[in-house]
């Protein structure tokens, strides 16, 4: 007769007294660190003279402070974070952008570039046209200039030429979590195309433009190079790859050796993602 040994509790431990604590992702339970002079944050509890975590999430160390973000939380905005979003509301001198949080960001009419690039005083005309900058249903990019203390809604603002309307392109909900921090989130890569990668997980796929220029339409030839890096994007992200223009260009070019709609083969998937993050580790990105 075989017997079933019952499971033990085992501890892991990413830091001990006087130790540097890395970037580690943990399950509730895990102790975090047992260095008293860190400070215990969101996603984390202090038993027994040890931080644990209590959710499944990354480890985020800044200075002395320590958190845990989880992998299927609500988006929490920082200032200066990029977003990717979708206006769902248009009211009296601002819109409702949905950006994956809590709560509706809120995007000011005083607060964005009107056409021809002009941030200037707005007047009567300018509320009147508001549908005409923007409308229910489309897709925008801008930035968290502000977030508030009492609900936590994130106070969007588009003071540079940079941001404003996307043309037609695809949208990829990712967990946030998985997007890297970067001074740079719009990439211009070399096979024809752009990515942006929102730090609410929302990662925007779709072809060069310039807010100056008009847009044209696209060739076939470009709607299978978008089509090929969205199956890219959601290959990384089905298996935790984190995301930034290196490792997607790299998934980008092993995926050539396949057909796009083989793409969605999930050996096909495992095997992108798998060959991309060993390539990663070997090049220490």
Known sequence: MDLVRAPYKRTRVLATQGEEMEQHIVTPGDVITQNLDFMKSHGTALNQENICATVAGAVYKVDKLVS?????????????????????????????????SRLDSQLQLTSVYLPGNV????????ELMMREYFTEGDLVVAEVADVSNIDGMLKLHMRSNK??????????????????????????????ATVILGNNGYVWVGP?????????????????????????????????????????????????????????????????????????LHQNL
């Open 163 to 192: 941001y404003g309307k996307l043309p037609e392109g695809v949208l990829i909900k990712v967990p946030s979590v998985l997007i890297k921090r970067s001074k740079l989130h719009f990439h211009r890569l070399p096979c024809n």
């Open 119 to 126: 941030l200037r005083r707005k007047t009567l005309n300018d």
């Open 208 to 280: 060069h433009f310039s807010p100056d220029q008009p847009i044209e339409p696209l060739t076939m030839t470009s709607r299978e190079t978008i089509a090929r890096l969205c199956n890219v994007i959601r290959a990384l992200a089905a298996y935790g790859v984190q995301l930034f223009d290196t490792i997607i260009l790299t998934a980008y070019d092993i995926s050539m050796k396949y057909k796009v709609k083989e793409l969605l083969n999930a050996e096909v998937m495992e095997h992108v993602a798998q060959e991309s993050y060993e390539h990663s």
């Open 68 to 100: 845990v973000k989880g992998v299927n939380n609500r988006y929490r905005g920082e200032i200066g974070d990029v977003l990717v979003g979708r206006v769902t509301e248009v009211q009296q001198k601002k819109w409702k952008v949905d950006c994956g």
